[in-house]
């Protein structure tokens, strides 16, 4: 795609509302995060917030938004105010009446055209999240098609909101349940999908006919806010898609507005049980997907190179900093564990770290300098409680880019489950392998730890897949398959600590989620037939 097409010149609106254009100042602030160098980009305009169809910047606080490859600062983000996200909810009030009354199709052909755009925009976009998050653009690739996927998803939405309808469920008595959206709801997303958890969320929100406010992560936003302008060119009317870019005061303003019907979280887990707690209390109905552990089970039948490919990309892609990433190696006997070792230290000494701009790097750095030493303290804290570091990522340098948030792939053996590295989620380019005799000590150590995001097991054994899969406490399940990331129409949601609520993030859920039922019945009496007053329950 061409770096100089902007999107922003162009006039966008629903068919039935007057049609916009987005304000040459929003037209410039993206076409200058696009083609500035990291450099020259210290002197941009601060990214300010979308509310109701404009590019808006606040005065106030601000923080600085870095490129982890480079450890330069890149740009500035401003951080709402209460005042500014009241603002948007408002925005987003206003928007709902009629909103809620488009028609479904009328709905769905904005997330057409709205797919359509983020396709052809798909080069600028993940040049955003590498500048801003570190991922490489394969990755960031893999990142914005899923994320389109829930697009794809919510262009169904016609048929999702269909219903439930029973004819004579009495004598000329009819009754059916719609499902109604629910007004304004809130998103507050992490840093580390910055262009696909969000689209886990408001295009199946709004296309079931809700207004929405959107906050970021404000590590890395520019991509977040890029593809929001998409979405109203695609024509969204002002106000159904807002976002509010901040930190904690913007978050707590959107929990405690009573106009926000639901909030939708993902991030780490005592944020998200913040999230769920506060958003609870308020009355709000509320999802808020946490972090993970995400353990395999090594089986001693496995086909081990097939392992160890697997795992190198499910451990240290995206410098594992996945909600998803297998970050713990279970394996089943001495044999099993000696060998995967082995043969991970082999693969390791090909892995590429370095700057998110080369495509021919396996990861990229981690998300800041306060997280780069955050993850080499878990490694200096399993080495100080008796682990075994195989491979060290630690003062790892990539030549060019000595002050890039760097840490290298590393493989700790010998690791045991009061160890804080076992505990706790790393977020960052780190396997460790516990040796379990039994398959059964295995799960059991996988149901002990308080996450259940994802898990999965390697093995030739079906009968052995079937027990795991039907057995163990954890959300997503895969068998010979590292990454089991539920495709859009189906749910994707952790047990245990890794999902407060209900209800899982995009798929059949989302179509829950972001609606309520409301069941009708109803019966047209014949003319001149009258009931007499019935005293006993309708049967
Ligand atoms: P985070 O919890 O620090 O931040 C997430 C969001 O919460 C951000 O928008 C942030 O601004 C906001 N926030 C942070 N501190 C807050 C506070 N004190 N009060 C109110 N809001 C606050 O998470 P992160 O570091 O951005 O993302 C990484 C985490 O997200 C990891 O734990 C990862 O496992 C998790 N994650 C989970 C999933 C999932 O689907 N389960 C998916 C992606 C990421």
Known sequence: ?????????????????????????????????????????????????????????????????????????????????????????????????????????????????FKQLLEEHADQICRLIGQEHGKIVHDAQGELQRGIEN??????????????HSKNVGPGIDSWSEFQPLGVVAG?????FPAMVPLWMY????????TFVLKPSERDPSSTLFIAELALEAGLPAGVLNVVNGDKEAVD?????????AVSFVGSTPIAEYIYGRASANGKRCQALGGAKNHSIVMPDADMDNVVNSLTGAAFGSSGERCMALSVAVAVGDAAADALIAKMQEQMQTLKVGSFADAGNDFGPVITKAHQEKVCGYIDSAEAQGAEIVV???????????????????????????????????????????????MEEAMKLIDDHEYGNGTCIYTRDGEAARYFSDNIQVGMVGINVPLPVP????????????????????GPDAVRFYTKRKTITQRWPSAGVREGAQFSFPS
């Open 188 to 192: 507050i997303t992490p840093f580390n």
């Open 392 to 438: 060290d990522g630690r003062g790892v340098k990539v030549s060019g880019f000595e002050n890039g948030f760097y840490v290298g792939g590393t493989l700790i053996d010998r690791v045991t489950p009061e160890m804080t590295c076992y505990q706790e989620e790393i977020f960052g380019p780190v396997l460790l392998v516990v040796r379990a005799g039994s």
């Open 1 to 113: 795609m061409d770096g100089k097409s902007s999107p922003h010149g162009r006039v966008y609106g629903a068919s039935s509302q007057p049609r916009r254009r987005i304000s040459p100042e929003h037209s410039a602030n993206v076409d200058h995060l696009i083609e500035l160098k990291n450099s020259e980009r210290k002197h941009m305009t601060t990214l300010g917030h979308l509310i109701n169809g404009a590019r808006v910047n606040s005065e106030g606080r601000t923080q600085d938004i870095f490129n982890p490859s480079t450890g330069e600062v890149g740009g500035q983000v401003s951080l709402a105010s209460k005042a500014t996200v009241e603002e948007a909810v408002a925005a987003a009030q206003a928007a709902y009446p009629a909103w809620r009354n488009t028609p479904p199709a009328k709905r769905a052909r904005v997330m057409f055209r």
């Open 151 to 164: 697009v794809e998803y919510a262009c169904g939405v016609p048929e999702l909101l269909k219903g439930e």
């Open 487 to 506: 495709v859009s129409y189906h749910s994707f949601g952790g047990w245990k600590r890794s999902l407060f609520g209900d209800l899982a993030a995009y």
């Open 203 to 210: 295009p199946m929100a709004i296309a079931c006919g809700n």
């Open 253 to 261: 303003a959107l929990l405690d507005d009573p106009r926000v019907q």
